[in-house]
């Protein structure tokens, strides 16, 4: 290991558009990643006041806004915070940026579609070109260590983009073992892995995403190889509870070792579940 390991810690709360810039993009297109994934491709002149940060797990706050507030699109957060009350403010929800070329002029945000329920995922599901989508950040926290033995990243589908884009980014000699739960064999997605980095699909199988334990159960019975590991578990905060007391209680690892955190509560909003950080039932670390 490096005597400065990576970044590990990650604050998903902080007010993003205090320290960090607003980005209205436009919508180029949307692919169809599976039944339960859609990317969102957008671009546009405004996206040249995003500016990229070194981490593989780079995210952003999407602002929604909602007409019936009085605002309309494209609106200055900076102004609407500074003269609106704060249930006038857009409602934001957190993305990981899946892949951003400068050069195309793209940036990539993968979204889960989780049914009706929600803001993000319905939004995504019927975006079309030309719909504006605003936001503010990036912010991140992690990249895989050059300097680790091995790598174990885990996730469900809302930690597949990040998941994803830190294992393209892993050099070709890099090994270790990633765990993804998604439904079924029609939501994996191909992901240019090291050879030495071996895929696990875990498959829930029409079981509710964030009901059950296949992720957590997935890594305990998995290999577990020598050396110093470089963790990064992000997904449902359950599921990476269950997985906090394997890295920590099983495997001993130290803290400086493991990336872990909750990207979406079961039953909840993401106002709600940011809410609930401050709570007993949101702390996993
Ligand atoms: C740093 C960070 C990065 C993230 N990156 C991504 C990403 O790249 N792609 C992504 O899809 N998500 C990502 N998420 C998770 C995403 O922010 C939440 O899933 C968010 O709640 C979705 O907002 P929504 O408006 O669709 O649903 P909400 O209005 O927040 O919730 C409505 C209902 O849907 C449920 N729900 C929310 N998310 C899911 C889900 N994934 N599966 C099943 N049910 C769900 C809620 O529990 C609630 O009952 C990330 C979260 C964080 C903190």
């Given at each position: 290991m490096?005597?400065?390991?990576?970044?590990?810690?990650?604050?998903?709360?902080?007010?993003?558009?205090?320290?960090?810039?607003?980005a209205?993009?436009?919508?180029?297109?949307t692919?169809?990643?599976g039944?339960?994934?859609v990317?969102?491709?957008?671009g546009?002149?405004?996206?040249?006041a995003?500016?990229?940060?070194?981490?593989?797990?780079?995210?952003?706050?999407i602002?929604f806004?909602?007409p019936?507030?009085?605002?309309?699109?494209?609106?200055?957060?900076?102004?609407?915070?500074?003269?609106l009350?704060?249930?006038?403010?857009?409602?934001?929800?957190?993305?990981?940026?899946?892949?951003?070329?400068?050069?195309?002029?793209?940036?990539?945000?993968?979204?889960?579609?989780?049914?009706?329920?929600?803001l993000a995922g319905?939004?995504?599901?019927?975006?079309?070109?030309?719909?504006?989508m605003?936001?503010?950040?990036?912010?991140g926290?992690?990249?895989?260590?050059p300097?680790?033995?091995?790598?174990?990243?885990?996730?469900?589908?809302?930690a597949?983009?990040?998941v994803?884009?830190?294992?393209?980014?892993?050099p070709?000699?890099?090994v270790?073992h990633?765990?993804l739960?998604?439904?079924?064999?029609?939501?994996?997605?191909?992901?240019?892995?090291?050879?030495?980095?071996?895929?696990?699909?875990?498959?829930?199988r029409?079981?509710?995403?964030?009901?059950?334990?296949?992720?957590?159960?997935?890594?305990?019975?998995?290999?577990?190889?020598?050396?110093?590991?470089?963790?990064?578990?992000?997904?449902?905060?359950?599921?990476?509870?269950?997985?906090?007391?394997?890295f920590?209680?099983?495997?001993?690892?130290?803290?400086?070792?493991?990336?872990?955190?909750?990207?979406?509560?079961?039953?909840?909003?993401?106002?709600?579940?940011?809410?609930?950080?401050?709570?007993?039932?949101?702390?996993?670390?």
């Amino acid at each position: 290991m490096s005597s400065s390991p990576a970044p590990t810690s990650a604050d998903h709360t902080a007010p993003a558009a205090k320290k960090r810039p607003q980005a209205n993009l436009t919508v180029l297109r949307t692919e169809r990643l599976g039944p339960h994934m859609v990317r969102v491709v957008a671009g546009g002149p405004g996206l040249s006041a995003f500016e990229p940060k070194g981490f593989t797990d780079m995210y952003v706050k999407i602002h929604f806004v909602d007409p019936a507030a009085g605002l309309a699109e494209p609106i200055d957060l900076a102004a609407v915070r500074a003269e609106l009350p704060r249930d006038r403010w857009p409602a934001t929800r957190t993305y990981t940026i899946r892949r951003f070329d400068p050069a195309a002029g793209e940036l990539a945000v993968d979204f889960v579609v989780h049914g009706d329920a929600g803001l993000a995922g319905p939004w995504a599901a019927n975006a079309v070109p030309g719909d504006t989508m605003i936001i503010t950040g990036p912010g991140g926290a992690y990249r895989p260590d050059p300097a680790a033995d091995w790598h174990l990243l885990a996730g469900d589908d809302s930690a597949l983009p990040a998941v994803a884009a830190a294992i393209e980014s892993l050099p070709a000699t890099a090994v270790g073992h990633a765990y993804l739960e998604v439904d079924s064999d029609a939501d994996v997605q191909p992901i240019q892995a090291p050879a030495g980095l071996e895929l696990h699909w875990v498959l829930r199988r029409g079981a509710p995403a964030g009901t059950g334990s296949a992720l957590a159960d997935a890594v305990t019975a998995g290999p577990w190889l020598a050396g110093r590991v470089h963790v990064f578990a992000h997904g449902e905060r359950e599921s990476m509870k269950a997985l906090r007391d394997v890295f920590f209680k099983q495997r001993g690892l130290e803290r400086s070792q493991v990336s872990l955190s909750g990207y979406w509560a079961y039953g909840r909003t993401e106002d709600s579940f940011q809410a609930e950080k401050k709570q007993p039932i949101g702390k996993i670390l």
